[in-house]
């Protein structure tokens, strides 16, 4: 039973087109998040919503565009796709108990690749 | 802005060894951090989470520390195996759970 899954695994396209990540947990929780991990292995988060509701947008290029239908899914659509989005896109889900912060489960990713 | 920087960026060591990661971040005012391992082409697994208000975590062979004054972090790794290799990386969250990752550590156990 896999906590964060994400489609598709692979995804290799041209310059310009318009794409979309899926995700889904079957955690429960409450906030999930998109990262991106740059050729260098950085990683660095792109948004988080909590209850469906966007809550950190980082300065990420309006072609990124999250949509979250409910809890348990979030979507992130790419439109006029450039060679620089080419990364590993993550996706993460978390929960908040007791006040305190808990840790973030992450999906396998998603590898694109812009030709 | 918080920043977060671990050394070393590689390490390679023969199986058996003792090893510390080291983890580093400038703003001492967190409330956790975490240590992630990183499998080549897989996604993150959540290692250890050590709250603001402890010092280390234990998990089986692995033992994180947190000094949150000198804004710092080690992860211990006891009796390495070659399955112990993978990407380490440490983050710490900036307002809303949002994490700020380090730069990770390639850890190459040789049998």
Same mark, same amino acid.
């Given at each position: 039973?896999? *906590? ?49 509701? $966007? ?18 899914? $979030? ?7 450039? $060679? ?11 929960? =908040? ?13 998603? =590898?694109?690749?812009?030709? | ?36 391992? #990183? ?5 993150? !697994? ?10 280390? #975590? !234990? ?19 006891? *009796? ?8 380490? $990386? ?22």
């Amino acid at each position: 039973d896999t *906590a964060v899954s994400q489609t598709p695994k692979y995804l290799v396209t041209q310059m310009g087109n318009d794409k979309s990540i899926k995700c889904e947990q079957n955690l429960g929780h409450d906030t999930m998040y998109w990262y991106k991990q740059d050729s260098k292995k950085f990683l660095k988060i792109m948004f988080s919503y909590n209850n469906k509701e $966007l809550i950190i947008n980082e300065t990420v290029p309006n072609r990124f565009s999250p949509k979250s239908p409910d809890k348990a899914h $979030l979507n992130l659509h790419i439109n006029s796709l450039e $060679l620089g989005d080419s990364a590993v896109y993550f996706c993460a889900s978390s929960t =908040r108990s007791s006040g305190r912060e808990e840790t973030q489960y992450f999906g396998p990713g998603t =590898r694109l690749l812009v030709l | 802005k918080q920043e977060v920087t671990q050394i070393p960026a590689a390490l390679s060591v023969p199986e058996g060894e003792n090893l510390v990661l080291n983890c580093s971040f400038t703003d001492s005012a967190i409330y956790n951090l975490q240590w992630f391992r #990183q499998d080549p082409g897989k996604g993150l !697994t959540s290692l250890l989470l050590i709250q603001s208000s402890q010092r280390e #975590q !234990t998990s089986g062979r692995l033992n994180a520390s947190l000094d949150k004054s000198s804004g710092r972090s080690t992860l211990y790794i006891a *009796a390495s195996q070659p399955g112990d290799s993978a990407t380490y $990386l440490c983050a710490v969250p900036t307002g809303f759970q949002k994490l700020v990752f380090g730069t990770g550590t390639r850890l190459l156990v040789s049998p």
